[in-house]
């Protein structure tokens, strides 16, 4: 019992640093654009660079999780993380820049893949829910820590040098590799290692569980999720500074919507059982578009509202989702390395046209107007495929693959 806590310890600290540095370049957007001569446009093809790379590397991640076991692989991929950081410190223009950002999709989906795998073979029964959601605050409390010291209290340490804080935050990821390894080399559980029992070719478990519809409601609804996730928070701190706020008050409240995530996130999850689970992602659905609405007011009530909606939408639809995905019938613990591997291949998809279309829509005459509009829409698809898969599940009975 005690050895699993131990293994989540270990993911939750992994995950933390996977969100210092998922985020850690948002908050420091203008200096860097300034900084490198960059556009808008290309420091939204910065932000988005680590989920194109996700896009291809989430499928092999879950097969190398498979393969050699979640201790040795989520070691790997902090360092990776924490290679991402460093070789940001040595940017030098938009391309060097982006392609310090793309190293991060190397060593992140593994992470993400990783941790799902961990829990769902760790916990049971309505544990696993909350189990899920407490390793789901790590990247929420690492983006907490990014977007209100960098301003506040980082950047003035370092007399305003943005290099020093990729440099700190390389060496946070590299320590949690070696706590995650530490402790679960302690744990010895059997979750964290190889898989074992007779050889399933794994291209073949993809391709079986592509044609299954409610996997591929389920893959598609992540990509909504994640391009109005990833696309809102990495240009919060520049929308908010675009409604008045100072770049200091612009971080703290950029970081609203984490804080009260890291609340729901514990809460949700685990009252998303089976039974409730799809009036619970409809909820969370509109609260995404209620969000996009009060986002585009001036007013401290709306914004204030609409971060808090924002939180509570993304820091719970993807955990619900991954349950979801991970619970079916064809999936269950024997697949869940290569099932997560797809989720967060189709995820980062999302990840990757979030930030780069609202870059790309951003102009000085409308600012982030047509942005919001794009992310309006993307919510009321994840509604309507909310719906459709509660209706695909109610309709099919449930089967399991014949491997």
Partial sequence: MKNQWLLLLGVWMLYVSFGLIATSLAPLASLVIIDLGMTHAEMGLAMGAWQFIYIFSAVPSGILLDRIGARHALAIAGIVVGLSALARVFADDATSLILAVMLFGLGGPIVSAGASKVVISSFTGSSRGFAMGIYM???AIGSIISLTTTHAILLPYFDDSWRSIFLLWAGVAFLSAFFWFSLAT??????????????VSQTRVIGEL???????????????VMMFSHGLNNWLPELLQSHGL???????????PTMIGIISSLIIPK?????RRFKIL???SLAAFSASIMLRLTEPSSLLAGLLLQGIANSSLVT??????LELPEVQERHAGVASGMFFSASQLGGVLGPVTIGVLYSPEMGFSN?????????????AGAILLQYRLGKAPPTTLQM
């Fill in 137 to 139: 605050t790590g990247p």
């Fill in 186 to 199: 302690v744990a010895g559980s059997s979750a964290t290692g190889r898989q074992t029992g007779p050889h």
């Fill in 210 to 224: 592509i044609t299954r519809p409610a996997v591929v409601i389920v893959l598609l609804m992540s990509i909504s």
């Fill in 246 to 256: 100072s770049p200091v008050n612009a971080g703290y409240w950029a970081a609203l």
């Fill in 271 to 275: 009252l998303a059982t089976p039974e």
């Fill in 282 to 284: 409809i909820g969370l």
């Fill in 320 to 325: 619900v989702l991954i349950l979801t995905l």
């Fill in 371 to 383: 942005g919001l509009t794009l992310l309006t829409t993307i919510s009321l698809t994840i509604v």
